[in-house]
């Protein structure tokens, strides 16, 4: 029973092969999936995350980044569902979603709004570029800086001592 999937890495961008429809498949599989990271995906879209948010109900990290040369792809509508569905990702506790186009209102309005609902989900935005990166977390309707969103120094350990 695979519970921690990991692929990719933002810094050379690999992970940027990796479909959609692999995504799917990955989530109908492993339906017991605990972490999944996909690290440099800078091609997939919102059903990626559908398929987890449907199909894994002990989902407790996601991470989803795209690469800090070229931006992932998401534009907001799964994590709208997510807020608007309270069943799906009941234990989700963490969705890192760093290097997408932070321009995009509507992904921007769709992470606000569902960490106003989702009070103790933290979600982490931004750009990890080593020069000009910049990385913020959401908590509860709120923009947090460093160990701040996390309960101050050593709140780790709320989220898995990651």
């Known amino acids: 029973m695979?519970?921690?999937?990991?692929?990719?890495?933002?810094e050379t961008g690999s992970g940027g092969q990796l479909t959609d429809a692999a995504v799917i498949r990955l989530a109908t599989a492993y339906p017991n999936l605990i972490h999944?990271?996909?690290?440099?995906?800078?091609?997939?879209?919102?059903?990626?995350?559908l398929a987890f948010f449907?199909?894994?109900p002990n989902l407790r990290y996601l991470v989803v980044t795209g690469n800090d040369k070229v931006p992932g792809k998401l534009k907001g509508p799964?994590?709208?569902e997510l807020r608007e569905?309270?069943?799906?990702g009941r234990?989700?506790?963490?969705?890192?979603?760093?290097?997408?186009?932070?321009?995009?209102?509507?992904?921007?309005?769709?992470?606000?709004?569902?960490?106003?609902?989702?009070k103790i989900l933290a979600i982490e935005v931004g750009n990890t570029?080593?020069?000009?990166?910049?990385?913020?977390?959401?908590?509860?309707g709120k923009e947090k800086m460093g160990y701040q969103a996390f309960g101050g120094s050593g709140g780790f350990s709320q989220f898995g001592g990651w």
Do not use: M
């Not at 800078?42 to 995350?49: A, E, G, N, R, V």
């Open 36 to 49: 999944a990271s996909l690290d440099g995906s800078k091609y997939l879209i919102d059903i990626s995350l």
């Open 129 to 140: 570029h080593e020069r000009s990166g910049h990385v913020t977390t959401w908590v509860g």
């Open 78 to 80: 799964a994590l709208d």
């Open 54 to 56: 449907n199909n894994c």
């Open 91 to 118: 234990k989700l506790e963490n969705i890192r979603l760093t290097d997408q186009d932070i321009l995009d209102k509507k992904l921007e309005r769709a992470i606000k709004s569902l960490s106003t609902s989702r």
């Open 2 to 10: 695979l519970q921690d999937f990991r692929s990719g890495d933002n």
């Open 85 to 88: 569905k309270p069943d799906l």
